[in-house]
């Protein structure tokens, strides 16, 4: 096996592990490996759409979005397509998936159909050591605070829900939970900063105004590039992600108006999360 780290923060590209190979083995590999990296990049993984599930189903239940409806045949699968007009892809700011639901996403493990010849990489933000590089005096104001996370957070994602579901009037329901700002990781015991730009609009018990004051220094510190990876997509790659210690932004640069109109298409399992705590 080899192993190449992206950055100083998280992240490896690892070679010479078959994603179609689901024996307990090789999983315990993976899942070893993905608590250590938090973000785990394969290269040349033609993976069929049973593979995908059968992989995903070893980290646990698979989710279903409660918004964009999967693939006909298989409803745990979502396609996300970038059309060649189009200038917005989902998952283009910085977010941690579904976390206004009261159990966010586990894992997420995204595979690449079509690639743009350039642009479209994904870029992954380390929580672990954004919790340990935090300002110590922001530390102390929301260590043992919750923060309200709502799934009509960003407008981006909303139009995103919209196109994806084919419905562009539609009104959506809002699905709305806390969680602690700081949760302990189930599985290593390490503390992770657990907010995000997109779906957290404000901490229980401070007023609006210190709030969002409090909430925009943490996300600029989540945004600092030395806690960041970045990824640039082959056609065939997976990406899997460890969702509770992550935060990830999918970069939209491909654009008509850009001169770039070119097709992006994924496809994406996620696996069910725990309650934070
Ligand atoms: C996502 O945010 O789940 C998608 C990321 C990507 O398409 O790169």
């Given amino acids: 096996m080899e192993i190449k780290l992206l950055s100083g923060a998280l992240g490896a590209e690892i070679k010479g592990i078959d994603l179609k190979d689901t024996s307990d083995e090789n999983f315990k590999k993976i899942n070893n490996l993905l608590l250590e990296h938090k973000v785990i990049f394969f290269r040349d993984q033609p993976l069929t759409t049973e593979e995908h599930i059968a992989l995903g189903e070893k980290f646990g239940p698979l989710e279903l979005h409660a918004y964009v409806k999967g693939k006909e045949s298989h409803p745990e699968i979502l396609r996300i397509i970038k059309g060649v007009d189009e200038k917005n892809q989902w998952g283009e700011n910085w977010h941690s998936d579904v976390s206004y ?21 994904t870029c992954f933000s380390n929580m672990e050591l954004a919790w340990e590089t935090l300002d110590e005096n922001i530390k102390n104001k929301i260590s043992n605070k919750k923060a309200i996370h709502s799934s009509l957070g960003a407008d981006s994602f ?55 004051k409090i909430l925009k220094q943490i996300f600029e510190h989540q945004a600092r590039l030395d806690l960041t990876c970045r990824f640039t997509w082959t056609e065939n790659a997976v990406a899997i992600w460890d969702n509770r210690s992550v935060i990830h932004y999918a970069i939209s640069d491909f654009y008509p108006g850009r001169g770039l109109g070119h097709e992006r298409i994924m496809e994406r399992v996620a696996v069910e999360g725990d309650q934070p705590f």
């Fill in 101 to 121: 639901n009261q159990k966010p996403t586990k894992a997420t493990i995204l595979k690449s159909i079509k690639i743009p010849p350039v642009g479209g990489d």
């Fill in 158 to 212: 909303i139009e995103k829900f919209k196109q994806m579901n084919g419905n562009e009037n539609k009104k959506y329901k809002e699905y709305s939970n806390e969680h602690p700002i700081v949760r302990t990781h189930p599985e290593t015991g390490k503390k992770i900063l657990f907010v995000n730009w997109t779906f957290t609009k404000n901490i229980i018990g401070l007023n609006q105004d210190e709030s969002d």
